[in-house]
């Protein structure tokens, strides 16, 4: 009997999970989803997100039934919680769990709990219960192995279904690329991603030497990156001979960029959610680290994850790239 069955006494009927949708950690929430699903089969699970996650609710139906937009927690800090709007509308939903996995923040806990669910599932700093009917988990030790999803089922003594992760992508993904450029799917490409400008990024004359050196290959470029890095792009795509795509990653939805990525021969770039989407999905991957934890590898094909720091010459990151794709080392 796992640990949700014999707190509460019963087994549930409706099941939520508080956490915040993000694209690298797509895998491990559908994952968390499926494990849930197969010990309460005929449980309605939702999930409650501050960020739209009707999309994956659509493509992943068979693991989550519903979707609920939830404020983000920083909007309402500043109101009273128990007069919210969206208190009130939840307190109406008669929920008999909610997994609250997005914050450690002990005030996100309490407005929660002023949701009424018959038990409560929160992350807490030391794993204290400060509620009656509430379980609350400590932070799992820091590995890119060990997902805070893997770390819940397992403090929880729930089955954890097999971690295969295939985004359900359909025609609609390949048209929603080929109405802007038509040309795209007939050669091979490599996609780079460039992370936010704003942010601490990889200078751009390596983007540009990697560039040269898939056109000058016969690989098609395909550039994803976000409105502040749409200048640089241009500028690089202005002197290479080769097909060059420009997508902006705002205009493209998940499952369109994961058929996108897909497609292509390669993923290079220092975009840390897109490097993670594309290591999940067993595309071999270059991510150009530039700061932060390093990224959770695919157990099931250790060998797509390829890291390269900053402080590595871009002799070093040319030479990787090369070898990856087979081209001839005399000339990379």
Known sequence: MNSIVSTLGYIPKKIGVFKTASMAD?????????????????ATL???SSKDSREIVKRFSGEVNEYMSCPS?????STNFSDSWFTQAMQQQKWDVIIQID?????????????????????????????????YLSPPESSPR????????????????????????????????????????????VCIHLGDAAGKAWPICYYTMIAYLLADHGYSVVFIANESQRANVQEICQNIKSPTFSLLRENLT??????????????IGDDRDIAQ????????????????????????????????????????VIHEIGRLLHLNQETC
């Open 26 to 42: 797509l895998p491990n929430d559908i994952f968390l989803f499926k494990s849930l699903k197969s010990s309460f089969p005929e």
């Open 146 to 189: 060990d997902s805070i999803q893997s770390h819940v089922l397992k403090l929880l003594d729930i089955n954890a279904r097999k971690k295969v992760f295939e985004f359900p992508w359909t025609e609609s993904d390949k048209r929603a690329i080929t109405q802007i450029y038509p040309e795209l799917f007939q050669h091979l490409f």
């Open 73 to 77: 927690y920083a909007k309402l800090s």
């Open 254 to 267: 998940w499952s369109n960029l994961a058929y996108l990525l897909n497609q292509s021969s390669l993923v």
């Open 277 to 316: 989407l594309a290591v999940h999905l067993s595309i071999p991957d270059v991510w150009l680290r530039t700061e932060g934890q390093p990224l959770q590898n695919n157990d099931s094909y250790p060998n797509v994850l390829h890291t390269l720091n900053e402080s590595q010459p871009i002799k070093e």
């Open 46 to 48: 939702v999930w409650i």
């Open 103 to 135: 914050s450690y923040d002990p005030l996100v806990n309490h407005w929660i709990k002023l949701w009424k669910p018959k038990l409560l599932i929160g992350c807490s700093y030391g794993g204290q219960s400060q509620y009656k009917d509430a379980l």
